[in-house]
C-alpha cells in the first residue's frame, strides 16, 4: 500500500474508539427525544395548572359582577322606591333592564364569535382555486 493509499484508508474509517454502533446511535436519540418530551409534558402541566387558576379566578370575577349589578338594580330600585314609584313599576324596570342587558351580551357573543372566523387564516395560508386564476 503507497503512503497516500495508506493515508487515504486511515481517514476515511474511523478509529475503533470513535467508531459509534447502531444501538449506540438509537439510544442516544430516545434519551434525547425522551428529555424533550418530558421538557414538552412538564411545560403542558404547567400551562394546566395556570389554566385552571385563570378558570378560578374568572369566575370570582364573574360572581363579583353579577352580585354588582344586582346591587346596582337594588339601589336603583330602592332610589325609585323612595321617588314614589310603585312597586310593580320598579318590578317592571328591573326586569326589562336586565333582559335587555342579556340580550346585549348575546350580541357581543355572537359578534365575537364571528370574529374567529378561521377560514380567513387558512384561506391566508392555504390558497383556493379561485385565487389561483
Known amino acids: 500500500m503507497?503512503?497516500?493509499e495508506e493515508r487515504n484508508h486511515t481517514t476515511d474509517t474511523p478509529s475503533t474508539e470513535e467508531a459509534v454502533?447502531?444501538?449506540?446511535?438509537?439510544?442516544?436519540?430516545k434519551k434525547w427525544l425522551k428529555s424533550i418530551l418530558g421538557l414538552?409534558?412538564?411545560e403542558a402541566k404547567i400551562?394546566?395548572?395556570?389554566?385552571?387558576?385563570?378558570?378560578?379566578?374568572?369566575c370570582g370575577v364573574v360572581f363579583l359582577l353579577v352580585?354588582?349589578?344586582?346591587l346596582l338594580i337594588a339601589l336603583l330600585a330602592t332610589v325609585a322606591w323612595y321617588a314614589g314609584w310603585s312597586l310593580l313599576g320598579i318590578i317592571a324596570t328591573a326586569f326589562i333592564t336586565t333582559l335587555l342587558s342579556s340580550f346585549g351580551l348575546v350580541y357581543l357573543i355572537?359578534?365575537?364569535?364571528?370574529?374567529?372566523?378561521?377560514t380567513?387564516?387558512?384561506?391566508a395560508i392555504i390558497a383556493t382555486d379561485r385565487e389561483d386564476d
Open 47 to 58: 400551562w394546566i395548572a395556570s389554566s385552571a387558576q385563570l378558570v378560578a379566578l374568572m
Open 67 to 70: 352580585t354588582s349589578w344586582l
Open 40 to 42: 414538552g409534558a412538564l
Open 110 to 118: 355572537r359578534r365575537t364569535l364571528q370574529r374567529m372566523d378561521l
Open 120 to 123: 380567513r387564516t387558512l384561506d
Open 2 to 4: 503507497t503512503p497516500l
Open 21 to 29: 454502533t447502531a444501538d449506540q446511535l438509537t439510544n442516544s436519540h
